[in-house]
């Protein structure tokens, strides 16, 4: 029903905590053109005072009319009166994994059109229909374990600074569409959703044939509560040691099958391992069957040593395939997915602490057993001047934190307790909050 987008429109605007500025990610395509229209509609009437629209289209210059399309999409907002940016993205494109290169590079250009818009959020136009095809992909392959059942979030943050809102999450492409057309209103179709070499078009194509409409879900609600639990759970029983050692309390330990506990310290697993993503289900698998038994030893998964022993359970990166890195003089770089690390003043050589050092006597001093504080301490970060090479320290010329590997890019706002929990764990600030009230902003998805 048309009706229900502009219901959406105006329950979106009453979830903000108070009016701001939204950039509207606009495509051209019907559900972000829906969105632009309903806003702008809802904003019309003097419920919404303080709101502002912005918009921006990304021209991924993949197809030879993407910048008239882009241009078009612009005149459109014109005659609305929105501010409209369009953002090229230049050069040579990646041959392999293109959809995914292409969704990178949108969201880091809209993130940067929103700063200089000054917008305090993104808002994008992703539908139920949307969702059912990500819930679908995800359980196709394999993500298991819960991971991915909960499906998109209605709001995300994007690279630590910038929320992404999903006001339509709730809705039917054809009611959009019904919108748009009631008013007269066009739309392009994107050739790509058709295309049958993408997965995304594939499992399009098979629920429509389907012809089944997937149940009502309240994934996002439950794991914020799923989030939460795991949070208290990781504040009661880890402790993590110099960004390299997560200790879990023996009794604790092999809890495994408790869905929340097992989802935060696999979560806790990636970022100790440099990983975004936490294992598939095989590898969880096996891991649970290890932990479960009670058994002491060592057991390594996802660049990971789970390292059992009677005192507790300690999680810290094998000492394998350590990269070096070179950081510019000012410049920032990520080491092994594991540090950001950003030089001041001079460049920089970052490669693994292979005698241990300072590392060793520091996890020692902090309690923990002699072998893993041997073990976790060759796979610290040597920070050096790159003039001085091997006899550099990790004097003041370097900030060096922990990079959380599964939220710093893509942060689910479900998963927002338990990724601020693991943050402080490991040193670092709390992300910041979204410009809406999650909760209620939850219960679209
Ligand atoms: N070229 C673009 N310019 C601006 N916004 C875009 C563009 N492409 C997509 N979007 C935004 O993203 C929304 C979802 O589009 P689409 O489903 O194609 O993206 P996606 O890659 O599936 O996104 P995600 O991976 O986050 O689910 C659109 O409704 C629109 O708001």
Partial sequence: MPEAVIAAARRFLRSFIKPGRILVAISGGSDSKGLLVALHAALGTADFEGFSLVACTVDHALRSDSADEAAAVGAFCAGLGIPHQVCRWPGDKPRAGIQAAARLKRYDMLAEAAAVFRADCIATGHTLDDQNETIAMRGARDQGQGHGSAGMAAAMLYG????????????????????????????????????????????????????????????????????????????????????????????????????????????????????EHLPGRATIERLSGFLRSGEAGRMTAGRVVFDRRRSGLYLYREPRNLPALRIGANESGTWDGRFNITSVGTALTICAEAEGGVWRQRLFAAGLPEGVAKRASLVAPRVAPEDVGSLGSTAAEAKVECRIGPYDTFLPGFDRIMADTIGLLFGRDRYPAPPVDDGLTEMEG
């Fill in 160 to 275: 630590r600074r910038t929320w992404v809102l999903r006001p339509f999450l709730g809705l039917r492409r054809a009611d959009i569409r019904a919108y748009l057309g009631g008013r007269g209103i066009g739309w392009f179709d994107d050739p790509s959703n058709e295309n049958p070499l993408f997965e995304r078009a594939r499992v399009r194509a098979s629920l429509a044939a389907s012809g089944v409409a997937p149940p009502p879900r309240r994934g996002g609600q439950l794991r914020m509560a799923s989030s939460a639990r795991a949070a208290v759970l990781l504040g009661e029983h880890l402790r993590v040691h110099e960004g390299l050692v997560a200790e879990v309390a023996a009794a604790q330990a092999g809890r495994i099958d408790d869905p929340d506990w097992r989802r935060a310290l696999m979560t806790v697993g990636a970022v100790i391992g440099g990983r």
